[in-house]
């Protein structure tokens, strides 16, 4: 572990790596970022082991006003093709899906605050038939262990888009709001709609930020809500996070 290199990268201020930067100082990670919103320049696919996107307000499709879009996702392509880890969250996971050949587009309902997620019947189903193919035995191992992992865990949420599973890809976990809530990709991509990452003042610089969303919605919290919920998840999603990251990162 001590010479993995992870490099982040950063759309917005206010959507940072968070508690990943905890995990990453207890295993002696090489740490490297680029923040995006302030045009720097991204790094060639040798400089990182893993790569990990952030979330943001903005869409997959906004090429036209976030210039550095296109190079974000060429970025990501290579990194993959490459065969490097990476792991995305909420836009993050989003841009990862759209690379691999995915629909990206507005779910049926926003989801905000504090839901559960579950192991989704049908890539129970996938696992099944994995199981009787050796080649995909990595993928379904680290699949089964993840999927477990997060079944019943309730995770914090702030995305309005969603996306079609990309091919091959594996559904890892579902909401009653939105199908897709992490996948697996073979067995180094990893794509998380939900944040795991987001401690207390992280929540509230997205509500701060991003307040105008919370308007009343079966699957939008209040603030009030997210303040109550927060006390009691964030310890709990801070202890799924790093195991999460021991399974993926360290297999």
Same mark, same amino acid.
């Given at each position: !572990?001590?010479?993995?290199?992870?490099?982040?990268?950063q759309h917005v201020p206010f959507e940072s790596i968070g508690l990943i930067k905890n995990w990453?100082?207890?295993?002696?990670?090489?740490?490297?970022?680029?923040?995006?919103?302030?045009?720097?320049?991204?790094?060639?696919?040798?400089?990182?082991?893993?790569?990990?996107? !952030?979330?943001?307000?903005?869409?997959?499709?906004?090429?036209?006003?976030?210039?550095?879009?296109?190079?974000?996702?060429?970025?990501?392509?290579?990194?993959?093709?490459?065969?490097?880890?990476?792991?995305?969250?909420?836009?993050?996971?989003?841009?990862?899906?759209?690379?691999?050949?995915?629909?990206?587009?507005?779910?049926?309902?926003?989801?905000?605050?504090?839901?559960?997620?579950?192991?989704?019947?049908?890539?129970?189903?996938?696992?099944?038939?994995?199981?009787?193919?050796?080649?995909?035995?990595?993928?379904?191992?680290?699949?089964?262990?993840?999927?477990?992992?997060?079944?019943?865990?309730?995770?914090?949420?702030?995305?309005?888009?969603?996306?079609?599973?990309?091919?091959?890809?594996?559904?890892?976990?579902?909401?009653?709001?939105?199908?897709?809530?992490?996948?697996?990709?073979?067995?180094?991509?990893?794509?998380?709609?939900?944040?795991?990452? !987001?401690?207390?003042?992280?929540?509230?610089?997205? !509500?701060?930020?991003?307040?105008?969303?919370?308007?009343?919605?079966?699957?939008?919290?209040?603030?009030?809500?997210?303040?109550?919920?927060?006390?009691?998840?964030?310890?709990?999603?801070?202890?799924?996070?790093?195991?999460?990251?021991?399974?993926?990162?360290?297999?």
């Amino acid at each position: !572990m001590q010479n993995l290199r992870i490099h982040h990268l950063q759309h917005v201020p206010f959507e940072s790596i968070g508690l990943i930067k905890n995990w990453m100082h207890e295993n002696n990670v090489e740490h490297t970022a680029t923040y995006l919103y302030n045009d720097e320049e991204l790094p060639d696919v040798s400089a990182f082991d893993c790569l990990i996107i !952030m979330g943001g307000p903005m869409s997959v499709h906004d090429e036209d006003e976030f210039k550095w879009l296109k190079a974000e996702k060429e970025l990501i392509k290579n990194a993959i093709a490459a065969n490097k880890t990476v792991i995305g969250i909420c836009l993050g996971a989003q841009l990862i899906a759209s690379v691999l050949g995915a629909n990206v587009y507005k779910n049926d309902e926003k989801e905000i605050g504090f839901f559960p997620v579950v192991q989704n019947v049908i890539a129970n189903e996938v696992k099944q038939s994995l199981e009787q193919n050796v080649f995909f035995g990595e993928s379904r191992n680290l699949s089964n262990t993840i999927s477990e992992l997060l079944n019943n865990q309730t995770v914090f949420h702030w995305h309005g888009e969603t996306f079609e599973l990309p091919s091959t890809a594996i559904c890892l976990a579902s909401s009653d709001a939105c199908l897709q809530q992490a996948f697996l990709y073979k067995e180094k991509v990893l794509g998380l709609q939900f944040h795991l990452e !987001m401690d207390e003042a992280a929540i509230e610089k997205i !509500m701060e930020n991003c307040r105008a969303e919370l308007v009343e919605s079966k699957f939008i919290q209040s603030e009030e809500t997210i303040r109550q919920e927060m006390k009691k998840h964030i310890p709990e999603n801070r202890k799924l996070l790093f195991e999460l990251l021991d399974d993926f990162l360290k297999s």
